[in-house]
């Protein structure tokens, strides 16, 4: 299977980007579906949103919620980021990634940089 992420860019701060994540290879609707994103200079990757597999519950880390929206198109095997009034602490590589049980993927990353 393969993750393929897209969207990502400069933005100024209180702008809005949405990201995009294709898949390939597995059955996406089957999936629980996750954004992470990695900092700068952080060694971890932080969970941000996780939708589930039919779409029925999503849950955000506290930093982005009310700012971020998760959702699924499981006929277009994609999975999107809304992100709305954005900070420069949101610069990261954002990463999704599927996951159920002891099956997961990885997509490669979007770099996402809000600077003014």
């Not at 299977?1 to 702008?15: C, F, N, R």
């Not at 990201?19 to 990757?45: I, V």
């Not at 095997?77 to 900070?87: D, E, P, R």
Request: net charge positive; charged share 20%; aromatic share 10%.
């Amino acid at each position: 299977g393969q993750l393929v992420e897209s969207g990502g860019g400069l933005v100024q701060p209180g702008g809005s980007l949405r990201l995009s994540c294709a898949a390939f290879g597995f059955t996406f609707s089957n999936f629980d579906m996750r954004w992470h994103r990695q900092a700068p200079g952080r060694k971890e990757r932080e969970l941000v949103a996780t939708i589930t597999s039919a779409g029925g519950r999503t849950d955000y880390v506290d930093s982005v919620n009310g700012r971020f929206t998760i959702s699924r198109d499981n006929a277009k095997k994609t999975v999107y980021l809304q992100m709305n009034s954005l900070k420069p602490d949101d610069t990261a590589v954002y990463y999704c990634n599927a996951r159920r049980g002891m099956s997961e993927y990885w997509g490669q990353g979007t770099q996402v940089t809000v600077s003014s």
